[in-house]
T-cell receptor, first 115, second 112 residues
């Protein structure tokens, strides 16, 4: 399957700071990228869907001003957690899909800990 | 509303036992079905997928799943589990929009 990377894999930050997480598709053009959040012992919850060159579509209950998503190219999407608070601590996972492809390829995830 | 249900939250088996994990979905229109596995400390990996055609799908590592449209089910099976199959298993579904809806996951523990 296709390869999707995330950076960083782990980040610890102070409350009030902003954190940027990158998601890259390494060997295919990802027309659509998805961002998920996974709580401990819980399933993945879709946060938003981003299409290259257009604004992201956020799921109900996800604050778009809190979780800024940019999908500037066919290989890169970024999620910025603005003014992070301890309740934002979680495992954030991205996935990427190509044109005409029903399958999504998942990144390894980023563990965010906000102190 | 679209939903995926996994009723087994934690399954404990001995090695060589047979496995069946339940998955039911509620989706309007065409549905694509997936099973993912997440080993401890690792990222999600695709076990198998169903888009159309033969309802019995074979995946990696000896896993298979059967799509039963009349029961809205896509149960995962393996005839003989190994200790290395210990992991979290997620059933997921998507429609034409390609957005995945995940089930709550089933933790499988295989005792040596």
């Amino acid at each position: 399957g296709a390869v999707v990377s995330q950076h960083p894999s782990r980040v610890i930050c102070k409350s009030g700071t902003s954190v940027k997480i990158e998601c890259r598709s390494l060997d295919f053009q990802a027309t659509t990228m998805f961002w998920y959040r996974q709580f401990p012992k819980k399933s993945l919850m879709l946060m938003a869907t981003s299409n290259e060159g257009s604004k992201a579509t956020y799921e109900q209950g996800v604050e778009k001003d809190k979780f800024l998503i940019n999908h500037a190219s066919l290989t890169l999407s970024t999620l910025t957690v603005t003014s992070a608070h301890p309740e934002d601590s979680s495992f954030y996972i991205c996935s990427a899909g190509g044109q005409g492809v029903n399958e999504q390829f998942f990144g390894p995830g980023t563990r965010l800990t906000v102190l | 509303a679209q939903s995926v249900s996994q009723h087994n939250h934690h399954v404990i088996l001995s090695e060589a036992a047979s496995l069946e994990l339940g998955c039911n979905y509620s989706y309007g229109g065409t549905v694509n079905l997936f099973w993912y596995v997440q080993y401890p400390g690792q990222h999600l990996q695709l076990l198998l997928k169903y888009f159309s055609g033969d309802p019995l799908v074979k995946g990696i590592k000896g896993f298979e799943a059967e799509f039963i449209k009349s029961k809205f089910s896509f149960n995962l099976r393996k005839p003989s589990v190994q200790w290395s199959d210990t992991a979290e298993y997620f059933c997921a579904a998507s429609g034409s929009a390609r957005q995945l809806t995940f089930g709550s996951g089933t933790q499988l523990t295989v005792l040596p």
